[in-house]
Each structure stands twice: as structure tokens, then as C-alpha cells.
């Protein structure tokens, strides 16, 4: 089965950066459309970038010019690098296929704050 394990979280001040990694066993991953999401307590789940197996790439709007999402094919690793953090993008971060993913991962909490 599937098992994505997402890693590189943690707190940092309103401004700071982390880069955060996922790797997935079990399956081809560099064939699918995969992507960043993330979950804040009490809100929905949303994609906040997106990465094509030939490299195209979308984020969010609330994201855009702070977040960068990659990949390494040969190593069935999704990335996002994410500069100028700001208190709401406070959340779990999750990878998964898009847009049927896998089951989730344990995420990687990121916590923004003075």
C-alpha cells in the first residue's frame, strides 16, 4: 500500500522559511499530478499548490510568490519551499496525489508565530 510521510515542519517567525519534503513508497509518483494541502483546526482541507509530472506548476492564490512546490522523480519526492511566512499559513501540511489521492500521511504541523 501507498504510505506518504511528509517532514520538515515546525515553528518559525512571521517571516522566516521551511522547506518541507514528502516521500512516497509504493507507487510510481512521478507519473502523477501531486500536490501540497493543508488544514488549519476547525477549516477545510485546501490545495495550496500542485506540481505535474512534467513540471508545471500551480499555487494558491494566498501563496503566490512565497510558496515554490518541485520535485525529484528519481527519488519520489515532492518539495515545498515556502518564504515570507505569515501567521495564517499556520496549518498541517499534507502531499497527496491530485486530485484523487492516496490515504493521508501524518502531515507536518508548521506553526507561524511572534
Known amino acids: 500500500q501507498v504510505q506518504l510521510v511528509e517532514s520538515g515542519g515546525g515553528l518559525v517567525q512571521p517571516g522566516g522559511s521551511l522547506r518541507l519534503s514528502c516521500v512516497a513508497s509504493?507507487?510510481?509518483?512521478?507519473?502523477?499530478?501531486v500536490g501540497w494541502y493543508r488544514q488549519a483546526p476547525g477549516k477545510q482541507r485546501e490545495l495550496v499548490a500542485s506540481?505535474?509530472?512534467?513540471?508545471?506548476?500551480v499555487v494558491t492564490d494566498s501563496v503566490q510568490g512565497r510558496f515554490t512546490i518541485s520535485r525529484n522523480n528519481a527519488k519520489n519526492t515532492v518539495y515545498l519551499q515556502m518564504n515570507n511566512l505569515k501567521p495564517e499559513d499556520t496549518a498541517a501540511y499534507y502531499c497527496?496525489?491530485?486530485?484523487?489521492?492516496?490515504?493521508w500521511g501524518q502531515g507536518t504541523q508548521v506553526t507561524v508565530s511572534a
Open positions: 497527496n496525489r491530485v486530485p484523487v489521492g492516496y490515504a
Open positions: 509504493g507507487t510510481i509518483f512521478s507519473i502523477y499530478v
Open positions: 506540481i505535474t509530472s512534467g513540471g508545471s506548476t
